[in-house]
């Protein structure tokens, strides 16, 4: 078996590496350590809890090792999709280069310009990024890309999802050929595989085994729900998955609680704080410094349950959770091997319910047959009743609640959604977020969502642009965002769609009934534009 000591290594990583704990390198690092030692581009087909974090930042740090950082030209680049992987991926690299005298800038959104203008002026070894960051940087005439020796884009996959390719490849072009590529994803799609024809040359490919069945370590349990009324299965699901962790007791010591749609998430996560478990929410809208301020709580205990949808959860290395609940069957199935993964990780036991109804009939085949096993089915908690009161149901109609979101579209986006929850009843839904709707593709709508919010600007940096940080601070708390992306140069798709978003008029917030007119014209269109075009205009009224 290969050890760390066989893998060349600068002597300084090494001793990160075995003050880290890590005794045998994974098969990924195993296979694309040498081979990025010798300079050779590498394509990784793996997933997260590879370690393919380390396989590529130890060759790093080992190839950095001689010469030094020039003002504004970073000598090697990162790539990732989100802020939480950048900064994971910052936090890797300051655990393996800690004996070294190499230095980092991290660059994603949610933190301010100028600090990061004053390292980078500086001069960086490493800079993380993610992508939409990084080209306002550039664009801003702050950094130089033409010294970049070593270029990292980590979860290629996702980046496809959120819409970043264009970015990437033009990243690729302001960066020299002569540099050496390493390039992750976990699945190689056809657009994926273009990029990597184009822009890595002659690279050492590299596939560990797809995580395309579930760990041995990990029990999973499908609780069948047959609500009796089929208006309250959203109510019946929350009153189950309280049964299910008051069942657990004591083993559960922490657990990840997966929704299908962002705005359960927030609800679930109320519900359970309203019944008295500790509980908090992890999605895109919520702020960057929330966002972290949630993670670092679970990670260090103070936060026992996390309420989560699959785009803020992914990739996320969170090493010891308990259980995993999925509140609802994951409609995509590479999703439940994802989410339970979370549980049962590095040889500990752990435990994953899965909370069905009748309608995931199609979804369940569709996991079982990826993870070629049936998942065994188990009892109803002890303590469950199904609602049979008289009353409204818990949730709109779904005809309902598209004609209220289509109608209330921005308005919602300024209040925070109440909890429609049994103990505290809730009023109808007066509004309903766009992710509602479209719940034959919920992880679509959350990836656009996730990748809006990535373009998003941080609170309290804006000042530094154009002085008037106190007003957009304001517009921002009123949910109205919209004016941030003007001095954004997009790609060229992008901009086309953002002016077009500005021929419709300012954003409307708080419109009360009344229905601006641009919300109900109809565009004939082609599928995609017409899936651009609800993109922004919903960009343009959100918060
Ligand atoms: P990654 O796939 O990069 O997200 O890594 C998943 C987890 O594995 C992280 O918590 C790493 O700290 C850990 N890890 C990476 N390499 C090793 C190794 N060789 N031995 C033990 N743990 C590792």
Same mark, same amino acid.
């Given at each position: 078996?290969?050890?760390?000591?066989?893998?060349?290594?600068?002597?300084?990583?090494?001793?990160?590496?075995?003050?880290?704990?890590?005794?045998?390198?994974?098969?990924?690092?195993?296979?694309?350590?040498?081979?990025?030692?010798?300079?050779?581009?590498?394509?990784?087909?793996?997933?997260?809890?590879?370690?393919?974090?380390?396989?590529?930042?130890?060759?790093?740090?080992?190839?950095?090792?001689?010469?030094?950082?020039?003002?504004?030209?970073?000598?090697?680049?990162?790539?990732?999709?989100?802020?939480?992987?950048?900064?994971?991926?910052?936090?890797?690299?300051?655990?393996?280069?800690?004996?070294?005298?190499?230095?980092?800038?991290?660059?994603?959104?949610?933190?301010?310009?100028?600090?990061?203008?004053?390292?980078?002026?500086?001069?960086?070894?490493?800079?993380?990024?993610?992508?939409?960051?990084?080209? #306002?940087?550039?664009?801003?005439? &702050?950094?130089?890309?033409?010294?970049?020796?070593? @270029?990292?884009?980590?979860?290629? *996959?996702?980046?496809?999802?959120?819409?970043?390719?264009?970015?990437?490849?033009?990243?690729?072009?302001?960066?020299?050929?002569?540099?050496?590529?390493?390039?992750?994803?976990?699945? @190689?799609?056809?657009?994926?595989?273009?990029?990597? &024809?184009?822009?890595?040359?002659?690279?050492?490919?590299?596939?560990?085994?797809?995580?395309?069945?579930?760990?041995?370590?990990?029990?999973?349990?499908?609780?069948?729900?047959?609500?009796?009324?089929?208006?309250?299965?959203?109510?019946?699901?929350?009153?189950?998955?309280?049964?299910?962790?008051?069942?657990?007791?004591?083993?559960?010591?922490?657990?990840?609680?997966?929704?299908?749609?962002?705005?359960?998430?927030?609800?679930?996560?109320?519900?359970?704080?309203?019944?008295?478990?500790?509980?908090?929410?992890?999605?895109?809208?919520?702020?960057?410094?929330?966002? @972290?301020?949630?993670?670092?709580?679970?990670? #260090?205990?103070?936060?026992?349950?996390?309420?989560? $949808?699959?785009?803020?959860?992914?990739?996320?290395?969170?090493?010891?959770?308990?259980?995993?609940?999925?509140?609802?069957?994951?409609?995509?199935?590479? *999703?439940?091997?994802?989410?339970?993964?979370?549980?049962?990780?590095?040889?500990?036991?752990?435990?994953?319910?899965?909370?069905?109804?009748?309608?995931?009939?199609?979804?369940?085949?569709?996991?079982? $047959?990826?993870?070629?096993?049936?998942?065994?089915?188990?009892?109803?908690?002890?303590?469950?009743?199904? *609602?049979?009161?008289?009353?409204?149901?818990?949730?709109?109609?779904?005809?309902?609640? &598209?004609?209220?979101?289509?109608?209330?579209?921005?308005?919602?986006?300024?209040?925070?959604?109440?909890?429609?929850?049994?103990?505290?009843?809730?009023?109808?839904?007066?509004?309903?977020?766009?992710?509602?709707?479209?719940?034959?593709?919920?992880?679509?709508?959350?990836?656009?969502?996730?990748? =809006? %919010?990535?373009?998003?600007?941080? =609170?309290?940096?804006?000042?530094?642009?154009?002085?008037?940080?106190?007003?957009? %601070?304001?517009?921002?708390?009123?949910?109205?965002?919209?004016?941030?992306?003007?001095?954004?140069? %997009?790609?060229?798709? *992008?901009?086309?769609?953002?002016?077009?978003?500005?021929?419709?008029?300012?954003?409307?917030?708080?419109?009360?009934?009344?229905?601006?007119?641009?919300?109900?014209?109809?565009?004939?269109? &082609?599928?995609?534009?017409?899936?651009?075009? %609800?993109?922004?205009?919903?960009?343009?009224?959100?918060?």
């Amino acid at each position: 078996m290969t050890k760390f000591s066989d893998l060349a290594l600068d002597p300084r990583v090494l001793q990160a590496v075995s003050e880290a704990g890590y005794e045998t390198p994974t098969p990924i690092q195993a296979q694309a350590i040498p081979e990025a030692l010798t300079g050779r581009d590498v394509l990784g087909i793996a997933q997260t809890g590879t370690g393919k974090t380390a396989s590529f930042t130890l060759p790093m740090i080992t190839l950095l090792g001689q010469g030094r950082a020039r003002a504004r030209m970073p000598r090697s680049l990162v790539l990732a999709p989100t802020r939480e992987l950048a900064a994971q991926v910052a936090e890797n690299f300051d655990i393996y280069a800690k004996h070294t005298r190499l230095t980092k800038a991290l660059l994603i959104g949610g933190v301010a310009f100028g600090e990061q203008d004053k390292l980078i002026d500086r001069g960086v070894d490493v800079l993380i990024a993610t992508p939409g960051r990084l080209l #306002d940087h550039f664009e801003r005439g &702050k950094l130089l890309l033409t010294g970049v020796q070593i @270029m990292v884009v980590d979860e290629a *996959d996702r980046m496809l999802d959120m819409g970043f390719i264009p970015d990437i490849e033009r990243i690729f072009t302001l960066t020299p050929p002569k540099r050496q590529t390493m390039f992750y994803s976990a699945t @190689m799609a056809p657009e994926i595989e273009r990029i990597t &024809k184009t822009f890595l040359k002659n690279p050492a490919r590299i596939e560990v085994a797809r995580q395309a069945t579930t760990s041995t370590t990990i029990t999973q349990s499908l609780i069948e729900l047959k609500p009796v009324r089929k208006d309250r299965v959203f109510g019946d699901k929350r009153a189950v998955l309280r049964a299910l962790i008051r069942a657990e007791g004591e083993a559960c010591t922490n657990a990840i609680i997966f929704c299908n749609r962002k705005m359960d998430v927030d609800v679930v996560a109320k519900s359970l704080k309203s019944h008295g478990f500790n509980a908090a929410p992890i999605h895109g809208d919520l702020a960057q410094s929330e966002r @972290m301020k949630t993670l670092d709580a679970f990670r #260090d205990g103070s936060l026992h349950l996390l309420v989560a $949808s699959d785009v803020a959860a992914r990739g996320l290395d969170i090493p010891a959770v308990s259980h995993v609940f999925n509140f609802d069957v994951p409609s995509h199935p590479e *999703d439940y091997v994802h989410r339970i993964g979370r549980t049962g990780r590095a040889g500990r036991l752990g435990k994953a319910f899965t909370i069905s109804v009748p309608s995931d009939e199609k979804y369940l085949k569709a996991i079982e $047959s990826l993870i070629k096993a049936e998942i065994p089915r188990g009892p109803l908690p002890e303590g469950f009743e199904p *609602d049979t009161r008289e009353g409204k149901p818990d949730r709109p109609p779904r005809e309902d609640r &598209k004609g209220r979101e289509r109608a209330g579209r921005g308005r919602d986006r300024e209040r925070p959604v109440k909890a429609h929850d049994e103990v505290a009843p809730m009023e109808p839904l007066v509004a309903v977020p766009k992710a509602e709707v479209t719940e034959a593709e919920p992880r679509e709508e959350e990836r656009r969502e996730e990748r =809006r %919010e990535e373009r998003r600007e941080p =609170r309290g940096e804006r000042g530094e642009r154009g002085g008037e940080r106190r007003r957009d %601070e304001r517009q921002e708390s009123r949910g109205e965002r919209r004016e941030d992306r003007g001095d954004r140069r %997009e790609p060229r798709e *992008d901009r086309r769609d953002y002016r077009r978003d500005r021929d419709l008029g300012p954003a409307v917030i708080g419109m009360g009934d009344h229905v601006p007119d641009f919300i109900l014209r109809s565009f004939a269109l &082609k599928p995609s534009k017409a899936e651009d075009l %609800e993109d922004a205009s919903a960009t343009g009224t959100e918060g």
